[in-house]
């Protein structure tokens, strides 16, 4: 006997911009929050440098932000979307305010405000110094449990999407007992993060493997821009490791540190004189793998040794751990870093209230191609993404009045129960995506890496094995199709997707 469970609305995903669209969500209606590993496990939890938001209207400070993210994304944003993720950022701190969070204050009780990249005033907001990601996320968390419409349901992997007449009706789940669920709901939102684990290195969290992408994708729903990969100019470099990177926020750039090469020359004035550290990630990223490829090397140094150990610890205290756990104190010492996987511009395409090209199913956060960040993302908008539209998604299933009872004919799934190794498969995704499909592309090895990531998902596609580690390694196949695909298919550079040819 099939077993079921039916909400008014489904979220998937347990990071800020899942959590957030349903703590926004009225009260009356049943909601079923699902989260492929624990609550307090996802890259939300790792964001170190803030929120990019202007908190007063001020109509040069907005048009400037709106300028800035324009102009990082290569002009290829929504500016409607756009226009919104800025206008609509003051709102959604104060809501956040009132929601529990609390941010960096100076001693007369100000909001305080830091510079990043790109940027050309202060306005990323941050808390804890330089651990935002967790100390809102925690705040939020509080918050959530005293929300009795809310069910949390931990460790359970949504693998399909339920549909008909490509109307979403609900999801089949994965519980932790590795039984199958029907999932019934009359809304399903989307909020699965980003694509950070097809890649060796990343600064994403591990459970990152693109799953809410790719179960639209089996489900025909449109997807865009996933050529626009962006790697993050500064993970921190430790030979030999792979997968998680421990990241170096670009606020520490944004504090006036600088980059320089294993020569100890400063290079970026080769690359961008007007903004040097502080040009956007694209730019800094490839004008490092440049500095690693002339200089043999598989790292740069970056320098800010001209702060105090006082003024770092405090600002930066996090980042000050790690690196003195590794041997480095970061005011007598340059910390090695490289360029890693950071985010994803593209994904599941939507309207400015986060609906998909299926009736009834919404994305937001990194999943979601809301069009705002264009080729390449702006310093500390991605938070920002998940609270604006997360608020829109919310408004717009409020408003919605279908919550009938779902009438559905539950599919019969067959699945194989012979043991294969998927293993091998991972690792040879991670190692073709990195070599081929990196911060520097060319035709020849995106059409190798298509053939061999294209080999690996006929052949998932040819087995059905009832279990996360099945579906994640095809989820992460089929995200890395989709990222090869798109990148052979746009033939010129823009943004963080750079054709040496």
């Not at 496990?41 to 001020?58: D, H, K, W």
């Not at 040794?305 to 000050?320: A, C, G, N, V």
Request: glycine letters at 8%; hydrophobic letters at 40%; proline letters at 2%.
């Amino acid at each position: 006997m099939k077993e079921i469970k039916q909400f008014d609305v489904i979220v998937l995903g347990g990071g800020l911009a899942g959590i957030y669209t349903a703590l926004n969500i009225r009260s009356d209606l049943k909601i079923g929050l699902f989260i492929k590993d624990k609550i307090d496990v996802g890259s939300s939890n790792l964001a170190q440098g803030g929120i990019a938001a202007e908190t007063i209207f001020s109509p040069k400070q907005m048009e400037e932000h709106f300028e800035d993210t324009l102009r990082a994304g290569g002009y290829h944003n929504d500016k409607e979307a756009t226009r919104i993720l800025v206008d609509e950022a003051p709102q959604n701190i104060e809501n956040l305010l009132n929601l529990g969070v609390n941010f960096d204050k100076n001693e007369n009780g100000e909001l305080v405000r830091t510079l990043e990249g790109g940027h050309r005033s202060r306005r990323i907001l941050h808390a804890g110094g330089d651990d935002t990601g967790a100390h809102v996320m925690r705040d939020l968390r509080k918050t959530l449990e005293g929300r009795p419409n809310i069910s949390v349901f931990e460790d359970e992997m949504a693998i399909e999407i339920l549909e008909n007449t490509n109307k979403a009706l609900g999801v089949i789940v994965i519980n932790k007992n590795n039984e199958e669920v029907y999932v019934l709901a009359n809304k399903i939102v989307i909020a699965t993060g980003g694509i950070g684990g097809i890649y060796k290195n990343t600064t994403n969290d591990k459970i990152a493997c693109g799953d809410g992408i790719a179960l639209c994708k089996r489900a025909n729903v449109k997807i865009e821009d996933m050529e626009f990969v962006q790697f993050h100019p500064t993970g921190f470099y430790e030979e030999d490791k792979t997968g998680q990177a421990f990241l170096i926020s670009e606020a520490v750039r944004g504090e006036g540190a600088i980059l320089r090469n294993i020569k100890g020359e400063r290079f970026m004035a080769k690359y961008d004189k007007e903004r040097m550290e502080l040009a956007p990630r694209d730019v800094v990223s490839q004008a490092i793998y440049r500095e690693m490829f002339d200089t043999w090397s598989d790292h740069v140094y970056l320098d800010i040794t001209h702060k105090s150990k006082e003024f770092l610890m405090k600002r930066f205290p996090t980042i000050y751990k790690h690196c003195l756990e590794h041997g480095i104190d970061m005011s007598v010492d340059y910390i090695p870093v490289c360029p890693v996987e950071h985010f994803l511009c593209g994904g599941i395409k939507t309207d400015i209230n986060g609906k998909t090209s299926m009736e009834n199913l919404y994305a937001v956060g990194e999943c979601a191609r809301t069009g705002v960040h264009g080729a390449n993302r702006l310093a500390s908008n991605s938070l920002l993404e998940c609270v604006v539209f997360g608020s829109r998604v919310a408004k717009d299933i409020n408003e919605s009045t279908d919550f009938s009872k779902i009438d559905i004919v539950l599919p019969d799934l067959e699945f194989t129960h012979e043991p294969y190794n998927f293993k091998d498969i991972r690792v040879d995704i991670r190692d073709t995506m990195s070599k081929y499909v990196f911060i520097v592309r060319k035709e020849e090895g995106l059409l190798l890496a298509k053939k061999i990531i294209s080999n690996h998902l006929n052949n998932l596609k040819k087995i059905k094995v009832f279990s996360r580690y099945y579906y994640e390694t095809l989820n992460m196949a089929t995200v890395a199709m989709l990222i090869i695909d798109a990148a052979i298919e746009r033939k010129e550079s823009l943004g963080c997707h750079f054709r040496l040819d």
